[in-house]
């Protein structure tokens, strides 16, 4: 079965940086079909998708809010999917989920919350002013 933990949220002033890593298993990683990514929900907030990578490292999306700013990445013999994110800012504070999208074929609208099957429990980053 498929199953996605994430780790690495904290609390951390604006400006600083940290790194949220999400430990996969249950399918093939390492596979241009297969995709992971990272989505954010604030309180109040619709969760919004944050970046994603399909797992063989064929091709790799940015929300424009956090372009140049966060870098997902893979260790495939760790079968883990990372964001670095610096330079954060107050209204990056959310809950981020870890989530795998499965046997993509075709077109890929990584967008489309609907399309990611697979859901880890969340890590909360709190960024203060």
């Known amino acids: 079965q498929v199953q996605l933990v994430e780790s690495g949220g904290g609390s951390v002033q604006a400006g600083g940086s940290l790194r949220l890593s999400c430990a996969a298993s249950?399918?093939?990683?390492?596979?241009?079909?297969?995709?992971l990514g990272w989505f954010r929900q604030a309180p109040g907030k619709e969760r919004e998708g944050v970046a994603a990578?399909?797992?063989?490292?064929?091709?790799?999306f940015y929300a424009d809010s956090v372009k140049g700013r966060f870098t997902i990445s893979r260790d495939n013999a760790k079968n883990t999917v990372y964001l670095q994110m610096n330079s954060l800012k107050p209204e990056d504070t959310a809950m981020y989920y870890c989530?795998?999208?499965?046997?993509?074929?075709?077109?890929?609208?990584?967008?489309?919350?609907?399309?990611?099957?697979?859901w880890g429990q969340g890590t909360q980053v709190t960024v203060s002013s």
């Open positions: 249950g399918f093939t990683f390492s596979s241009n079909y297969n995709w």
């Open positions: 989530a795998a999208a499965l046997s993509v074929y075709g077109l890929f609208r990584w967008s489309d919350q609907g399309r990611w099957n697979y």
């Open positions: 990578t399909s797992t063989g490292g064929r091709s790799t």
